[in-house]
């Protein structure tokens, strides 16, 4: 069975402090894809990064970064030096085998000023 | 360049009037998707069609239908809304497979209240 958990359900941070947000993924392929999605106040769905089985490189995009573990199936999400338009809700998001996505149920994150 | 278009933003209903949500992508994308979104239940798929022609359940598919009416539209009916179908509901498109786009692109979603 594919199963995305994303354990923690809240998180608040104070401005400009570094936060984590966990994904945990099960799946029994081999080839598969992890994705983060952005979900800010809105409403709209972002897409944030892609990163496929075969590919353990740990990415940087600016104050963004993930760490992708296949050891512990684990697809983390870190923010540095956190700003107040951080605040959203974050998808976890799981595609393998089939034509299905598998999504987390997301973590809140509120960035106080 | 709209993307992956939904209709209507809004809609309140009585339990047991019928709706379609519309949905149309202008990006030649053979997959397409409906999800609903839940407070604390994440995103679960309703229906997905692998490409045109084609529909197959997800996850949560009971009270609902939906109709690939050709490669750009999607739509997801309610036969006899129940206030349990009170929801977000999103529809998505998959880019190319193998490609950087092989990713979800969402539509900016519907709010629907079942009274």
């Known amino acids: 069975a594919q199963k995305v958990t994303q354990a923690q359900t809240e998180i608040s941070v104070v401005e400009k402090e570094d936060v984590t947000l966990d994904c945990v993924y099960e799946t029994r392929d081999t080839t598969y894809y992890l994705f983060w999605y952005k979900q800010p106040p809105s409403g709209e769905l972002v897409f944030l990064i892609r990163?496929?089985?075969?590919?353990?490189q740990n990415e940087i995009s600016g104050r963004y970064s993930w760490n992708f573990q296949k050891s512990t199936s684990s697809f983390n999400f870190t923010i540095t030096a956190s700003q107040v338009v951080d605040s959203a809700v974050y998808f976890c998001?799981?595609?393998?085998?089939?034509?299905?996505?598998?999504f987390g149920t997301g973590t809140r994150l509120k960035v106080l000023a | 360049n709209a993307g992956v278009t939904q209709t209507p933003k809004f809609q309140v209903l009585k339990t047991g009037q019928s709706m379609t949500l519309q949905c149309a992508q202008d990006?030649?994308?053979?997959?397409m998707y409906w999800y609903r979104q839940d407070p604390g239940m994440g995103l679960r798929l309703i229906y997905y069609s692998a490409s045109e022609g084609t529909t197959d359940k997800g996850e949560v598919p009971n009270g609902y239908n939906v109709s690939r009416l050709n490669k750009r539209e999607f739509s997801l009916r309610l036969e006899s809304a129940a206030p349990s179908q009170t929801s977000v509901y999103f529809c998505?498109?998959?880019?190319?497979?193998?490609?950087?786009?092989?990713?979800?692109?969402f539509g900016s979603g519907t709010q629907l209240s079942v009274l």
């Open positions: 998001a799981l595609h393998s085998g089939t034509y299905k996505y598998i």
């Open positions: 990163r496929n089985s075969f590919d353990e």
């Open positions: 990006m030649n994308h053979n997959s």
């Open positions: 998505a498109s998959k880019g190319e497979s193998g490609g950087s786009n092989e990713k979800l692109f």
